[in-house]
Structure formats: C-alpha cells, structure tokens
C-alpha cells in the first residue's frame, strides 16, 4: 500500500515535471515569436548538430526572423503578385526579412509597382492603395482659349462665343473681343479691366483696376495683384501693401517680416532680422524654416529643424501626413517623401527626370496617393510606391486632381482621369 502511494506521488512529480517544461517551451516559443522569430521546421537534424552555432544565417538558420506584409487594394479584385508568387488582396502574411518588390494591375488602371524592406527596425508593411483609372485625352476642337477661372469653374473662348463652366451649370454669352488673363476672374480688355461674374463681364472695382492699369508687368501670385517694379501688392479686398522684397513659396518676403499666405485663414507673421534670401525660404505646418542646403532650420525653434541628404532643397510642404520635400543631390533632381505617421520614419526617394522644371510646383492628395503638378506637366506617384508616372507634358491651363486641361500644339485637350471608361 506504502508502496503503490509512493509511486503515485513520483507519477504526479513526473507530470508536473512535463507539464512546467511543456509552459516553458511554449513561453520561450511565444517569447520568441513576438520577437519576430519562429523556428524552421524544414532544417534537419544535420543542420542542429552541424551549423547551429554559425553566424552564417541563411534561409535555412533553425531560427528564422519574420515580418508581416499587409496590403489592400482598391478595387479588390486587382491583381498582385510578391516577388514571383500571387498574393491575396488585404492578406496579413508572414514573410521573412529581406528585400520584397509587389507589382498590382488590373485593366483599365495604372500598375503599381512597390519595393519595400522588412528588418527589425521595421518588421512589417501595411499599405492600402487605391488604384488610378487609366487617363483619357480628349482634344477640345473649337477652343481658342482656355481661363481657368478658380476651383472647377473656368470661361472657355470659341470664335464667337464665351462659355462658363462651373460645378453645377454652363452659360454661355456672345463674344467676339481680345481678353488677357491676369488671373482668377480678372481680364485685361480694350475697354479697361473686366471682372467675368459668372454669366457676364462687369467692371472691375475701382482700386483694382487702377492697380492693375499703373503696372507695367502685373503678375497673379497666390490669389494677390503683385507689381514686382513698383515692390507693391494688392489683396482682392482692396488691401494695400508696399516694401515686398518678394514673393515666393507663398510668402511675402518684407524687410525685417515675413508673412504666410493663407487662403482660408488669417496671414500668420514671422519676425525676421538679418538679411533674407528669397530662394531659401520656407513655411512647413506654421514652422518658418531657413537653409542654404539641404538641412533646413527654424530660427525660432530648433527641434523643428529638418535634415536630408539633399545638397539643396528647392520646395517643402505637407499634404495630410506626408512631408514632401524637393532638391538637388549631385546634380539630380531628388523627390523626398516622409510619411509622418509612420512608427519608424523610412522615407522615400524619388529621381526625378533632370530635363524638366521645378519651379512653380505643387502637390494634391488622391486617396493617399500623390499628384504632382507644375506648369508644364503632371506626375503621378502611388503611395508606398519608389517610382512615377507620366499625366501630361504639355502646358498645363487648369488643374484639379481629377482632370487637367492643356495646351499641346497650339491645341487645347483634356485629360480625365476621374473614373473607369472602357473602350
């Protein structure tokens, strides 16, 4: 009887024995796998008794690190392939380190091609990515010219007619006279200055037009009537201001000032002493940023300072969460793409072709992807994407970020890439 209980208890020692080393193999497996490693079942025990201790880790190491790859597509039923292998759309894998290219495609769309890196620093990627309906080119016979009025609005000039296209009507007058765009809804005509007020012309306010009549160049610059002989400028509402060194990157540069140019909100102020070089300046999120190469400062506050690896940089703004930034390294045009909410800060770098133009650019969002635009052609970029994409290289008349007019031969034509048409 003594006997029989004292091989019960070794029974239950030996079961509590398994049962502790069974917890803690499964701990250490846990601990391992939120790690990022989990153990390749397909080595042998060759391997374990032969290389375990080398530090040469190869697909084969009896210890793998993994990452996670999360990408969703719009629409759903697009086409992806990792590497040479199919993936399913919005499919949470878990793949090993290493470098990965995922090409998407479906008809009637722009491909995407993405490369992208899972490391320990950053052991996933997750994107989702909407994909951008073919463009269709339309030429627009008939036209003589092409105003782009504001928003979606615009005045189209035929030989006898002007027509007025706005978001919800189209109007149309008898015309036959010269018109000369300042800009916005103002023209330059034989009788003195006009003001188109959606269905015909009126004159121009009084200020307005004896500003624009006084000046031998005027320019249209960011919603203001701007005279670079005369250092002055003129608000829509009639506001006065002289002294402006310059005008550029949306900011009035001033001696001992500089003011932001905001479209829907009041004009923020920097007070600045010291001599000012235009082309170095820069307004990111409220922060007044300085830099005669490629590391930008805030003479205000240098925790907001902003290092590239660029030589110059030529434009910075911010678009959602996304800081974009643009400049020279070793004579190429770089484009930098930073995600601000992104956990670890990998950004994107972009070679720009070098034959084109950077000045007068600007950005649009399109359901997280990019939309780059300047007077003389449009770029398309996917978000998570290294590589861009061709709208239009012509003159750019008007611009939203579903359509674009321009001028190709002496003949306008329209570019809609707003919706999926087969043909």
Request: glycine share 6%; net charge neutral.
């Amino acid at each position: 009887m003594l006997e029989t209980y004292q091989n019960e208890i070794t029974r239950k020692r030996k079961s509590a024995r398994i049962f502790w080393l069974i917890v803690f193999v499964c701990s250490l497996f846990l601990y391992f796998f939120f790690q990022g490693y989990y153990p390749d079942v397909r080595v042998g025990l060759q391997k374990i008794f032969s290389e375990s201790g080398s530090e040469n880790h190869s697909n084969s190491d009896l210890i793998r690190s993994f990452g996670i790859i999360n990408v969703r597509t719009l629409p759903l039923d697009a086409n992806i392939t990792l590497g040479e292998n199919s993936y399913g759309n919005n499919e949470k894998r878990m793949s090993d380190y290493g470098d990965y290219m995922m090409h998407i495609e479906k008809p009637w769309y722009l491909p995407n091609n993405i490369e992208f890196k899972i490391d320990r620093e950053k052991p996933f990627f997750i994107e989702k990515i909407s994909l951008l309906p073919l463009p269709r080119y339309k030429k627009l016979d008939g036209m003589i010219s092409y105003f782009h009025i504001g928003n979606s609005e615009s005045l189209i000039q035929t030989a006898t007619w002007l027509i007025w296209s706005g978001t919800l009507s189209h109007t149309g007058i008898t015309f036959t006279g010269t018109l000369t765009h300042i800009g916005g809804k103002y023209f330059e005509t034989s009788t003195g200055v006009l003001t188109w007020n959606g269905t015909r012309f009126v004159k121009s306010n009084s200020d307005i037009a004896n500003f624009i009549e006084t000046c031998e160049n005027i320019e249209w610059k960011y919603g203001l009537f701007y005279c670079a002989k005369s250092k002055s400028l003129l608000t829509e509402t009639g506001k006065y201001m002289t002294g402006i060194l310059n005008l550029d990157n949306h900011l009035i540069i001033q001696s001992g000032a500089l003011i932001e140019i905001k479209k829907w909100s009041p004009w923020k102020v920097f007070n600045q002493t010291g001599g000012i070089k235009a082309g170095n300046l820069f307004v990111n999120k409220d922060i007044f940023l300085i830099g005669n190469t490629g590391n930008l400062i805030s003479p205000s506050n240098h925790n907001k300072n902003i290092s590239t690896i660029l030589d110059s940089v030529s434009h910075i703004s911010t678009i959602e969460e996304t800081t974009i930034i643009v400049g020279k390294k070793d004579n190429k045009t770089e484009l930098i793409i930073r995600h601000i909410g992104d956990p670890i800060d990998r950004e994107r770098i972009i070679t720009l072709p070098s034959n084109l133009s950077y000045s007068d650019i600007e950005f649009a969002a399109l359901d997280g992807n990019l939309i780059f635009k300047s007077p003389k052609w449009i770029l398309f970029i996917y978000r998570g994407s290294h590589h861009y994409q061709w709208i239009v290289e012509w003159d750019i008349i008007s611009f939203t970020e579903s359509w674009a007019v321009y001028k190709k031969d002496n003949v306008f034509w329209y570019a809609d890439w707003s919706e999926i048409v087969q043909l």
